[in-house]
């Protein structure tokens, strides 16, 4: 119980993030494999298009493995907290923090 009083509000809300991440790829390829004829609303462009499958879901994949990865290292902030060790944890939980939203626009663009 102490462990959870502990953790920051960055913490949860990583937690939520990489929850969403996961459920909107199982969503996105669940939706793709049920079919690809569903149009805009204009009907001129595809709204799911099977090419872009590839790189949407590796761009989703990179966001997930990043929020695990920066969550899990903010984590060790927690025991690490001395001196240069805990500055050098901090900054690379903080560039994989960067490096998830990077890839989580990704994916949303190329969506």
Not at 6 to 15: P, V
Not at 51 to 68: C, D, P, Q, R
């Given at each position: ?7 920051s509000i960055g913490a949860y809300i990583t937690l939520c993030a990489l929850i ?79 490096l998830a939203s990077v890839f989580r626009l990704l994916f949303v663009v190329w969506?």
């Amino acid at each position: 119980m102490n462990f959870l009083k502990k953790q920051s509000i960055g913490a949860y809300i990583t937690l939520c993030a990489l929850i969403l991440s996961i459920v909107s790829i199982i969503l996105y390829s669940n939706t793709l494999a049920a079919g690809n004829g569903v149009q805009t609303a204009n009907g001129g462009q595809m709204y799911l298009d099977a090419s872009k499958f590839g790189e949407v879901t590796t761009y989703g994949v990179l966001a997930i493995v990043f929020l695990a990865l920066g969550l899990v290292v903010c984590e060790l902030k927690l025991f690490l907290n001395k001196g240069i060790v805990g500055m050098v944890v901090e900054m690379v939980g903080t560039v994989l923090r960067i490096l998830a939203s990077v890839f989580r626009l990704l994916f949303v663009v190329w969506f």
